[in-house]
């Protein structure tokens, strides 16, 4: 069977444009490595040295507002400190986090984009935890605490195969 190496990138349409690509560029980090204003299109990279783009805006959006075809769109993040920072850059541009769970194997914070699209920022911890689990999180707590409750899950749960 053939394989895949991994998620290319991911696109959406935007009602607004500049200010989805305002969101992902200045709030989340992503940066801009090419567009073209006339077609209403940005492609956007966390490193556009090694990858061209990871995740595409295009103006205009196809669906109504009702319809969502995307779950939500998850970045990963280096470090546990790098998530506090987010949560706080979120909070300074009046982003309500939904939440802010460990799965075990990652923690991740969940929030909407200005067009209600679900985006998940995360942090893999490395503990197979098995899924689906989410248990709150205070981001206050030092990485070693956070860190040692992911692994102590290791132990009541059944790793993941």
């Known amino acids: 069977m053939p394989q895949t190496t991994g998620l290319g990138h991911v696109g959406i349409y935007a009602d607004d444009f500049m200010k989805q690509r305002d969101f992902y560029n200045?709030?989340?980090?992503?940066?801009?490595?090419?567009?073209?204003?006339?077609?209403?299109?940005?492609f956007m990279s966390s490193?556009?040295?090694?990858?061209?783009?990871e995740f595409v805006i295009?103006?205009?959006?196809?669906?109504?507002?009702?319809?969502?075809?995307?779950?939500?769109?998850?970045?990963?993040?280096?470090?546990?400190?790098?998530?506090?920072e987010y949560k706080e850059a979120l909070e300074a541009e009046d982003i309500t986090?939904?939440?802010?769970?460990?799965?075990?194997?990652?923690?991740?914070?969940y929030f909407f984009d200005p067009e209600g699209n679900r985006v998940e920022l995360y942090y893999?911890?490395?503990?197979?935890v098995p899924q689906p689990h989410g248990d709150a999180i205070?981001?206050?707590?030092?990485?070693?605490?956070?860190l040692a409750?992911?692994?102590h899950l290791l132990m009541t749960k059944e790793p993941t195969k």
């Open 124 to 128: 893999r911890t490395g503990f197979p």
């Open 149 to 151: 409750d992911a692994r």
């Open 58 to 84: 295009m103006k205009g959006r196809e669906a109504t507002e009702e319809t969502r075809t995307i779950q939500q769109i998850s970045f990963k993040v280096p470090t546990i400190q790098d998530m506090r």
């Open 26 to 42: 200045r709030v989340i980090g992503l940066q801009i490595a090419d567009e073209n204003m006339e077609r209403g299109m940005c």
């Open 97 to 109: 986090i939904e939440r802010i769970v460990s799965h075990g194997n990652a923690f991740g914070m």
């Open 138 to 146: 205070d981001l206050g707590r030092t990485d070693e605490e956070l």
């Open 47 to 53: 490193d556009p040295v090694s990858e061209h783009h």
